[in-house]
């Protein structure tokens, strides 16, 4: 007798050797138990799950001469000549028997008596292949069979299904094995064949295998013949084309460096190596996934798919960035490298697809360092001279919340020069639509719930304040932001940026404008609204009130400390 595969000489024969899908086993056994089979069951789910293999094993079920506690006997005429495929069980290719014709060729055959066991099992599997025109004439034999003829469809794709069909079956939706039951049943399978397997080695076929049991008993077949009597992790790696984790946490870490050049060393050894590119992009971004999951708190080997030392070095790498840049760069990755499949030359799609992430990296970083220099400097400079001795106490005036303004004290000795620092805030203003566009941006990556809560909102520069309008159906969004303390989140990341201090008016509708440092009750109940003669006339006497403060039109900040 030739060679037999392992998944087919592994396949169960009982309800009790099917792995998972513990609701489909017991609603069955019980079923047969009080003799309540339907008359048609529709299976569902992923490939490699044991859709067909429960179907047949159902058969034997119901036709046993010798049924113990729902569970088919195996070894009565009946059981054997369906095992065999003698009789009781016909299989049918949905995706090759699609046409009216064949489903009219099934019609004549249902009418015919089983030659022995109480009935017939036809067994539709990828139903869903079927045509329009075949499922219209299906209808009416899957509604009324005989008797003696019960119909099991299986689909990987139930809901091409017309829902004539669907109401008309039991739907029983198969479910990917758990990773702890595939890779026990590896070892299990290993050892009736005498093969010594490590349990990395076990656990990485069963990762491979995604959920779908004969995947996995495939690949273990091939690692088998590869390997003879001895299977270990770096042998499956190298018979998968698998990516090993140390050379991509090296490609990452010279992404982080930044080092492009030891980047596109690693792709030219990738390359000479013979493995597959993208099988590459596809552990690079699963990697970037883990530090994603890291990042967010979220450990076990299992959940993140790694096996063995590389952990703590993927700890290492999630440190150094914040999950929204992690999660930026992941979806860079995903998108960039989603066509390659397409492309004629995919290591040029690698190689640009990596020195995007390298730069969205590399530029995130130069912004940190750039802004932790700048924030050293700032508490050098206010640093109180301690060697002066303490004069008389001065008057000083109430303090100010920050982002008000105030006028600045009299210098008659000396005008301020403009700086660079006056540059940017002339940016701020003569060019505000590019500004905030960019400080949308800014925000993205440094302050996410901000930019959540303002994108797409209306903002205006008028008379140094920063108006944002929200409109009638964004009130809920309008109460967060104040919650969230929006505008004191503005004013000093606009104060960090632009080295300058600004107003922020938030309104909704046609309500008051709330200026920072106050918020609103969460639902309000105005007494009246500001009128349009009303609202005209509050503005021009805080217009007045600011000439009569600056009369020369120019203004200096100073907060309440006075700098």
């Not at 805030?425 to 505000?432: S, Y």
């Amino acid at each position: 007798m030739g060679y037999i595969a392992l998944y087919r000489k592994y396949r169960p024969e009982k309800f009790s050797e099917v792995i998972g899908q513990e609701h489909v086993k017991r609603t069955l056994q019980n079923a047969i138990k009080r003799d309540q089979l339907s008359h048609a069951y529709l299976f569902s789910g992923p490939r490699g799950t044991g859709k067909t293999t429960v179907a047949r094993i159902l058969a034997r079920a119901a036709n046993c001469l010798d049924l113990k506690h729902g569970e088919p006997c195996g070894k009565c005429d009946n059981c054997e000549g369906i095992s065999s495929g003698v009789w009781g069980v016909v299989e049918i290719d949905g995706a090759s028997h699609n046409s009216v014709d064949d489903i009219r060729d099934l019609q004549d055959f249902i009418h015919h008596v089983p030659m022995k066991g109480t009935y017939t099992v036809y067994i539709i599997d990828e139903v869903h292949m079927l045509t329009k025109p075949a499922f219209n004439a299906f209808l009416k034999t899957l509604e009324e069979p005989p008797r003696h003829a019960k119909f099991i469809l299986a689909t990987t794709e139930p809901f091409k299904l017309p829902k004539t069909i669907l109401s008309r079956c039991q739907h029983f939706s198969f479910t990917h094995i758990a990773l702890a039951d595939i890779t026990a049943q590896v070892q299990y399978i290993s050892s009736a064949e005498n093969v010594e397997i490590t349990p990395e080695a076990a656990e990485f076929l069963a990762l491979h295998g995604k959920g779908s049991l004969r995947d996995t008993i495939s690949l273990l077949d091939q690692a088998l013949i590869y390997c003879g009597n001895k299977i270990e992790l770096d042998s499956v790696k190298e018979l998968l084309g698998v990516a090993n984790e140390t050379i991509v946490s090296d490609i990452v870490d010279a992404m982080i460096e930044p080092n492009p050049g030891e980047v596109m060393k690693f792709v030219d050894s990738i390359i000479a190596s013979g493995q597959d590119l993208q099988e590459i992009a596809t552990a690079i971004i699963t990697h970037f996934r883990n530090l994603m999951l890291v990042k967010s708190g979220i450990r076990g080997e299992r959940i993140l798919g790694y096996i063995g030392e590389e952990l703590p070095r993927l700890q290492k790498q999630s440190d150094q960035f914040s999950r929204e840049l992690i999660l930026q760069t992941l979806e860079y990755l995903a998108e960039s490298t989603r066509r390659m499949h397409l492309d004629i030359d995919q290591r040029l799609s690698l190689e640009t697809a990596l020195l995007g992430a390298l730069s969205m990296l590399s530029k995130s970083k130069e912004d940190t360092d750039k802004k932790t220099t700048e924030k050293k400097s700032q508490v050098t400079a206010t640093e109180p001279n301690v060697s002066f001795p303490r004069k008389q106490p001065v008057k000083t005036e109430p303090e100010l919340e920050e982002g008000v303004l105030r006028p600045a004290k009299k210098i008659t000795s000396r005008k301020v020069e403009p700086t660079n620092l006056d540059f940017e805030k002339k940016n701020l203003i003569d060019d505000f639509p590019a500004t905030w566009s960019s400080f949308l941006d800014w925000a993205r990556r440094e302050d996410l719930i901000l930019m959540i809560l303002i994108r797409g909102i209306k903002a205006t520069f008028e008379s140094s304040t920063i108006k944002l309008n929200f409109k009638k159906n964004e009130e809920l969004r309008y109460h967060i932001a104040n919650e969230n303390n929006v505008q004191s989140r503005i004013v000093n990341h606009i104060n960090l940026l632009f080295k300058t201090k600004v107003l922020v008016e938030m309104s909704y509708s046609e309500e008051k404008t709330i200026r920072e440092g106050t918020t609103p009750p969460l639902n309000p109940e105005w007494t009246g609204d500001i009128q349009g003669s009303e609202k005209k006339k509050w503005e021009n006497e805080i217009n007045e009130n600011f000439m009569k403060s600056f009369p020369d039109g120019k203004l200096e900040w100073e907060d309440a400390a006075g700098n």
